[in-house]
């Protein structure tokens, strides 16, 4: 994959966020971060202490277990819906011409479903990868290798 001149690459995951550009050329791209963004967000078992609830079978005397709420689930989704909205504001203000989106699979689907129309059309590559614990030098290789 290629990254032109002046291009970002938001690199994401649940909680933790990357911007960066490229301040390179196209075959020779030099990541600079420009931006950080980081979310704490400690596992569901710090952030919920209610047992699941349970639930009285229809015409039966059996009691059915609910599932539990994923408290650190709805936290990463509602990063990546937050970044969504920040992509738009810096779309918006025309802060970058093309993007690339590095996210873990499900992180990249929270961010697709939550792009504004604006960011979308800027968007000229993905990669479902979790590359936040990288070094910048290590996450040039990887997109240009892929």
């Known amino acids: 994959m290629q990254i032109p001149a002046d291009a970002w690459i938001l690199v994401a995951d ?3 966020a990357l911007f960066l550009r490229n301040d ?3 075959m020779y ?14 596992p569901t078992r710090d952030q919920g202490t209610d047992k699941p609830g349970r639930m009285q079978d229809v015409g039966r005397r059996n009691v059915s277990a609910m599932e539990p709420t994923d408290w650190h689930q709805m936290a990463e989704d509602a990063f990546a819906a937050d970044l969504a909205g ?7 203000a025309d802060k970058f011409g093309q993007i690339i989106l590095i996210a873990p ?3 990249l689907g929270e961010l697709r ?3 504004h129309p604006e960011v979308t059309e800027r968007v000229i590559g993905e990669m479902a990868k979790d590359l936040t614990g990288h070094p910048v030098p290590e996450i040039e290789r990887l997109v240009l290798e892929a």
């Open 14 to 16: 649940g909680k933790k």
């Open 24 to 26: 390179g050329e196209e």
């Open 29 to 42: 791209p030099n990541l600079h971060v420009i931006r950080k963004s980081e979310q704490p967000n400690p």
């Open 86 to 92: 920040k992509l738009y504001k810096l779309a918006h």
């Open 105 to 107: 699979p499900h992180t």
């Open 113 to 115: 479903k939550n792009l």
